[in-house]
């Protein structure tokens, strides 16, 4: 691989980090916005997919990781929607980029378990899943 596609690449994950970090410290009369996070979500997920299964990773995806990681920490006061929405990014990230070791296949999606009860997330249906989550959040309370 050449230098100048490997930057472009580092500029790319470096970005979505970025935005991920946006989209967690925002200003307090900005409201969540939702289409940014499932664009972020499935842009993160497919890059974290295709590692998923590599012995290797660049330290860009590090980063990356840590701003889905602080998107998940910061104000846990929000909606239900702002919470499902970080639990399901949440889980995906430790999924795809924290396995003991690669990944034979890809995950496509893992269970969250909710006050004793188990809910499974489909990463490659993230809104259907986002709104299932939410109706069981709701039911299990």
Known sequence: MDNNNNDNQIVTLEKIAYDWQNLAI???????????????????YNIFKFFSTRSFIDRALVGLYVSVQTFFGVDCS?????????TI?????????????????????????????????????????????????????
């Open 26 to 44: 925002r200003p307090d009369y900005e409201d969540f916005n939702y289409d940014k996070f499932i664009y972020l979500f499935n842009k993160t």
């Open 78 to 86: 929000g909606t239900l929607l702002e919470y499902a929405c970080k």
């Open 89 to 141: 990014a949440m889980t995906m990230a430790q999924e795809t980029m924290l396995p003991c070791e690669p990944c034979s296949v890809a995950p496509e999606g893992n269970v969250i378990r909710h006050h004793g009860k188990e809910f499974y997330v489909d990463y490659n249906d993230i809104k259907g899943s986002i709104s299932r989550y939410m109706e069981f959040v709701e039911n299990h309370e």
